[in-house]
């Protein structure tokens, strides 16, 4: 041992880490989940948390939609910018956990100048690899620190789950709404097209003394409320575009987007021909349909929800490192190599091993009530990460009840319209063969018109609702379900 000194500064560092194992921070208990197990009007069928994943591309039967969010999670810039803040947390982590182990550094040294004697020059030469202030975790703070980087960052992984979950539902609202407004626009220019020409044919029968301007009057309101309806949807129809460029991050291309079906000039030599029924607005593609008796478990598997917990454990592990701000910090300095007055006998036999072994400690004697204010603020932070936590649960509680509620209300008042909207063409049906006969005036034709593009503008929009309320409840539950925790 004499002939090898520096065996007695790694006996003594290992010696020193093996007493590191003390931690100062609190056992971490997650809290209760302030919400029922079940969502009200739904029959528990088994234990849904057994139930597989449903992916995204599982969820979503159109093959076009499917396309378009797959090039959305490609280029949409706020995803990029969630997967970026990960690699920042991931070092953040790195750094905190490298704290735990030794750092060695390699030092060169020399130096030259007058000699004590004052006649010549003296040099000083010397060569090591050092641990600089290695801090020896007696109370668990680095180990509690490096706990509070792996939390955060397990957080910022589960807020980019969150977004692209966001993102994947935004996609999909914003194309339903794309195509039920393309449908629209499409029934908006049928119907101005044939006011228009209905216009012009009241026009000659008022010129002819068939009409009244009466009648005149009415056929111009129509065609007035018809042109203003067209250019709204073709406003909502661009905003729409718009909206869907922007998350996809790129502008779709034509064969992905819903085409304007082809409006057919109306024939003005037939009156009855104006007035032809309004065509039914195309259905909207369905998706995978979510079970029934949904269990209130499910929520911790939402990323935000795992996102606000890993705070919640980040600031528990806060805890620990203002426990032991109130205890001594102990740090470990230590240097071994070779030293030598010519630089040329630096690592020969005329050098000579140096080493050196140093130990700082520093303690809190008075510091004015900091250490005591630290520790009263990071369980305080704590206390507000479980209230965080828990709003997270209820809230998602929540929007799962709503999606839910409106799954079910959504389907009945789709139900109600569908009939609706079937009287309404059968209305249109008889009202066109009683002006046929004579029997009615072609103002109570036009009405019947009028009253069939309205019920089916609110049905597109009611099933557009309906398809939407599929989409929040997937978002709701935070994507799907899995058998097991990642």
């Not at 641990?131 to 807020?159: C, H, I, N, P, Y």
């Not at 490192?321 to 006998?345: E, H, K, M």
Request: aromatic share 6%.
């Amino acid at each position: 041992m004499k002939r090898f000194p520096h065996m007695r500064l790694i006996a003594s560092a290992l010696a020193l880490a093996t007493l590191t194992a003390c931690s100062l921070t609190p056992s971490y208990h997650r809290p209760e989940a302030p919400v029922e197990a079940t969502w009200d009007g739904a029959e528990t069928q088994g234990n849904v948390i057994d139930v597989p994943m449903l992916r995204w591309h599982e969820f979503v039967h159109d093959a076009q939609l499917r396309e378009v969010i797959d090039l959305a999670l490609a280029g949409n810039r706020d995803l990029r910018v969630a997967v970026q803040n990960i690699e920042v947390a991931r070092a953040q982590y790195r750094i905190q956990r490298a704290d735990q182990v030794p750092s060695l550094g390699l030092s060169v040294n020399g130096n030259r100048g007058t000699a004590t004697s004052g006649t010549g020059v003296a040099e000083n030469w010397s060569v090591g690899l050092g641990v600089a202030s290695w801090e020896l975790d007696f109370f668990g703070r680095v180990a509690a620190l490096k706990d509070m980087a792996l939390a955060q960052f397990l957080a910022t992984e589960e807020a980019r789950k969150t977004a692209q979950t966001s993102l994947i539902a935004n996609v999909a609202e914003a194309w339903l709404r794309l195509k039920t407004d393309t449908e629209l626009l499409a029934l908006a220019q049928r119907t101005a097209a044939t006011r228009d020409a209905s216009q012009g044919l009241m026009q000659l029968r008022v010129d002819n003394g068939a009409s009244s301007a009466l009648d005149l009057l009415q056929a111009e309101s129509l065609a007035a409320s018809a042109h203003a309806t067209l250019a709204q949807q073709q406003r909502l129809r661009t905003q729409d575009l718009n909206l869907l460029n922007l998350l996809a991050g790129q502008t779709l291309p034509e064969r992905l987007l819903p085409a304007l079906p082809a409006v057919d000039a109306p024939d003005t030599t037939d009156a009855t021909a104006l007035v032809t029924a309004v065509e039914p607005v195309a259905d909207l593609p369905s998706f995978e349909e979510i079970p029934a008796g949904l269990s209130s478990d499910l929520l911790l598997r939402r990323p935000d929800i795992r996102a606000a917990e890993q705070q919640l454990i980040a600031a528990n592990a806060n805890i620990g490192v203002a426990r032991a701000n109130f205890f001594p910090r102990i740090s470990l300095t230590g240097n071994l190599g070779r030293i030598s007055s010519q630089f040329d006998d630096l690592l020969g036999s005329q050098g000579t091993r140096a080493w050196s072994l140093a130990t700082n400690l520093t303690a809190p004697l008075f510091d004015m009530g900091r250490n005591r204010a630290n520790l009263a603020a990071s369980q305080a932070q704590r206390e507000i990460a479980v209230a965080q936590y828990e709003k997270a649960i209820q809230s998602g509680f929540r929007e799962v009840a709503d999606a839910l509620i409106a799954r079910t209300t959504y389907a009945d008042q789709l139900l109600a319209q569908t009939a609706q909207a079937e009287a309404e063409r059968e209305r249109f049906r008889l009202s066109e063969l009683r002006y046929r006969n004579g029997v009615s005036s072609y103002l109570d034709l036009l009405d019947a018109q009028r009253s069939l593009f309205t019920i089916e503008q609110a049905l597109a929009q009611t099933r557009l609702a309906q398809r939407s309320s599929e989409v929040q409840l997937y978002r709701a539950l935070g994507g799907g379900w899995e058998s097991s925790e990642p």
